[in-house]
T-cell receptor
Framework: ETGVTQTPRHLVMGMTNKKSLKCEQHLGHNAMYWYKQSAKKPLELMFVYSLEERVENNSVPSRFSPECPNSSHLFLHLHTLQPEDSALYLC?????????????FGQGTRLTVV | QKEVEQNSGPLSVPEGAIASLNCTYSDRGSQSFFWYRQYSGKSPELIMSIYSNGDKEDGRFTAQLNKASQYVSLLIRDSQPSDSATYLCAVKNGAGNQFYFGTGTSLTVIP
């Protein structure tokens, strides 16, 4: 296993469902990120975890709930989503406090809320 | 909100030409700058990083940084159809713990 791995790759869920997105990184990084990518919009930073502590929460609705049990794993728990939440959800990792380290992205989860 | 701005395009260039992509950013404390390429339906992949003023070359790609003007650019020489993608400019903040992305510039290289 290398890099950043996200599962599932595709997810269709109803507005009353509960699901979770999973991200795992094998790069030895200490920071992990959730981004949302909608059409024609910049990548929107949702959450940042540094050393397993949440350091950023960009006014994300409470129907999105992150969890970072250790530095290699990151989850995004979803419940009672809205159709406008349909997007590509990207996980990334980096080495925190090191300005020269880039973000490495997973393949993304394409989420459709019906 | 720290802003990173790019022309959304689309930018079309003929095969073999030079493609020029531009990006401006608002946070003067930014230390690191990155260009990512994103093919349709795929995740972004890093193609260039630059940290100091001036030019940095890697194969057909040249990144240019001017911190005084808060401007970073990417030149692609001898453009190929396989370069057709969306190019994202990213800026890492001074604390080194957040990335800010532009909306991306869509590039099409015409054979």
């Amino acid at each position: 296993e290398t890099g950043v791995t996200q599962t599932p790759r595709h997810l269709v869920m109803g507005m009353t469902n509960k699901k979770s997105l999973k991200c795992e990184q094998h790069l030895g990084h200490n920071a992990m990120y959730w981004y949302k990518q909608s059409a024609k919009k910049p990548l929107e930073l949702m959450f940042v975890y540094s050393l397993e502590e949440r350091v950023e929460n960009n006014s994300v609705p409470s129907r999105f709930s992150p969890e970072c049990p250790n530095s290699s794993h990151l989850f995004l728990h979803l419940h009672t989503l809205q159709p406008e939440d349909s997007a590509l959800y990207l996980c990334a990792s980096s080495q925190d406090r090191h300005t020269s380290t880039e973000a490495f992205f997973g393949q993304g989860t394409r989420l459709t809320v019906v | 909100q720290k802003e990173v701005e790019q022309n959304s395009g689309p930018l079309s260039v003929p095969e073999g030409a030079i493609a020029s992509l531009n990006c401006t950013y608002s946070d003067r404390g930014s230390q690191s700058f990155f260009w990512y390429r994103q093919y349709s339906g795929k995740s972004p992949e890093l193609i260039m990083s630059i940290y100091s003023n001036g030019d940095k070359e890697d194969g057909r790609f040249t990144a240019q940084l001017n911190k005084a003007s808060q401007y970073v650019s990417l030149l692609i020489r001898d453009s190929q159809p396989s370069d057709s993608a969306t190019y994202l400019c990213a800026v890492k903040n001074g604390a080194g713990n957040q990335f800010y992305f532009g909306t991306g510039t869509s590039l099409t290289v015409i054979p």
